[in-house]
């Protein structure tokens, strides 16, 4: 006969079930350096958006980094006195973002015919600007997947920022 447990011993057993079903999920999570990524991308520098991944769920979500630095090409002339990362360029990083997750979803490594077409972005908002030493923060989940079809909710952030941005594509 095995004893029951009651009270702390039973709290102590499922703060380890939880801790190991946390880890469980933690290892079975994509990650991608950038030699991985420009693999699956057909974008190059300087056009080249996402420099890492940090967590891919297939079918379900992606959290990726662009470090953004005082050399990237965009700062000579937006704007000289004052760089700022354009949102058009966040934008785009979300949507290369998410064309990771559909091409890791899908079990596609493209080649060089292979086209991804951003096609449409609804309530994009820039709060605050996002310049030079900022790592920017890029996370999308799928909404639907129909017919190679796929729609996703995205957003990006800054951690150098008290107040975070948020842009949702």
């Known amino acids: ?96 973002t998410s064309a990771l997750l559909s091409f890791v979803s899908a079990g596609e490594e493209p080649d060089e015919k292979t086209v991804y077409y951003f096609v449409g972005i609804d309530n994009a908002r820039f709060k605050r600007p996002t310049g030079p030493g900022d790592q920017l923060v890029l996370e999308a989940e799928v909404e639907r997947h129909k017919a190679g079809i796929y729609r996703f909710k995205a957003v990006s952030y800054t951690h150098l920022r008290a107040h975070e941005t948020r842009h949702d594509l």
């Open 1 to 96: 006969i095995m004893p029951s447990l009651v009270g702390s011993e039973m709290c102590i057993r499922d703060r380890i079930n939880t801790t190991f079903n946390r880890l469980r999920e933690y290892s079975s999570m994509i990650t991608m350096d950038i030699h991985q990524i420009l693999k699956r991308l057909p974008h190059r520098y300087p056009f080249l958006l996402v420099d890492r991944v940090l967590e891919l769920e297939t079918d379900k979500r992606i959290k990726a980094i662009k470090n953004i630095t005082f050399n990237e090409p965009c700062f000579t002339g937006h704007f000289p006195h004052r760089p700022v990362f354009p949102g058009v360029l966040i934008l785009e990083a979300l949507a290369q």
